[in-house]
């Protein structure tokens, strides 16, 4: 993202991380529904609810899909070419991995993936500047996902904090915990290492 902050990439490249993240974004909600399923608690499915349901676009928000999809479209690309473009197999693989692996796991060590949202909090402050200095081609609605998911982000973590904490109860919980985050973390590092590599490396006419 370094190449993004500072300007340096044409819209060719940036329309391309839009569209491959896109198949992240669309597997958000899905993720966080497994998480929800296979949660055996009340009260917790009760507080996971509540970040389903910004994810999936419920009561005012507009959610990882819609939001995702207004920002290609503020950047040039069309419904259509959003949904219908193959996604690189490098971010398949890397999405499809993390959906599989909160199938896989128990629902704590699931949630505890999305600890790596930690990072979000200083990196979307700095996504949102970068388009306004230095992608002015990108129709300011563009913007309007990258403020409302900073608008409740810090919520969001707090929640997921919250009831991973309270279901650490020794160390080897706390490993897999720690685990299933950095493995969140190595997902979004092959998203983005799949599209450097065949967008900034290659460098496609």
């Given at each position: 993202?370094?190449?993004?902050?500072?300007?340096?990439?044409?819209?060719?490249?940036?329309?391309?991380?839009?569209?491959?993240?896109?198949?992240?974004?669309?597997?958000?909600?899905?993720?966080?529904?497994?998480?929800?399923?296979?949660?055996?608690?009340?009260?917790?499915?009760?507080?996971?609810?509540?970040?389903?349901?910004?994810?999936?676009?419920?009561?005012?928000?507009?959610?990882?899909?819609?939001?995702?999809?207004?920002?290609?479209?503020?950047?040039?690309?069309?419904?259509?070419?959003?949904?219908?473009?193959?996604?690189?197999?490098?971010?398949?693989l890397?999405?499809?991995?993390?959906?599989?692996?909160?199938?896989?796991?128990?629902?704590?060590?699931?949630?505890?993936?999305?600890?790596?949202?930690?990072?979000?909090?200083?990196?979307?402050?700095?996504?949102?500047?970068?388009?306004?200095?230095h992608?002015?081609?990108?129709?300011?609605?563009?913007?309007?996902?990258?403020?409302?998911?900073?608008?409740?982000?810090?919520?969001?973590?707090?929640?997921?904090?919250?009831?991973v904490?309270?279901?650490?109860?020794?160390?080897?919980?706390?490993?897999?915990?720690?685990?299933a985050?950095?493995?969140?973390?190595?997902?979004h590092?092959?998203?983005?290492?799949?599209?450097?590599?065949?967008?900034?490396?290659?460098?496609?006419?």
């Amino acid at each position: 993202m370094k190449l993004f902050y500072s300007g340096k990439l044409t819209p060719q490249q940036v329309r391309a991380w839009i569209v491959n993240r896109y198949y992240y974004q669309r597997q958000v909600p899905v993720k966080d529904s497994v998480i929800l399923a296979n949660c055996s608690d009340p009260e917790s499915r009760k507080l996971w609810l509540q970040r389903l349901m910004k994810r999936e676009g419920v009561g005012g928000y507009r959610g990882d899909v819609e939001g995702w999809a207004l920002f290609a479209e503020a950047a040039g690309i069309s419904r259509d070419r959003l949904e219908k473009t193959e996604v690189l197999p490098g971010v398949r693989l890397a999405v499809d991995a993390y959906l599989n692996f909160v199938k896989t796991v128990s629902w704590v060590e699931g949630a505890a993936a999305s600890l790596s949202e930690l990072l979000a909090v200083d990196e979307l402050p700095k996504r949102i500047e970068a388009m306004r200095q230095h992608y002015g081609w990108i129709d300011q609605r563009g913007l309007e996902f990258f403020l409302e998911r900073l608008s409740y982000i810090k919520e969001d973590i707090d929640l997921v904090f919250g009831l991973v904490a309270s279901r650490i109860t020794n160390r080897e919980t706390l490993r897999k915990c720690l685990n299933a985050a950095v493995f969140s973390c190595d997902v979004h590092w092959s998203i983005l290492d799949s599209v450097y590599m065949k967008y900034v490396v290659s460098k496609p006419r």
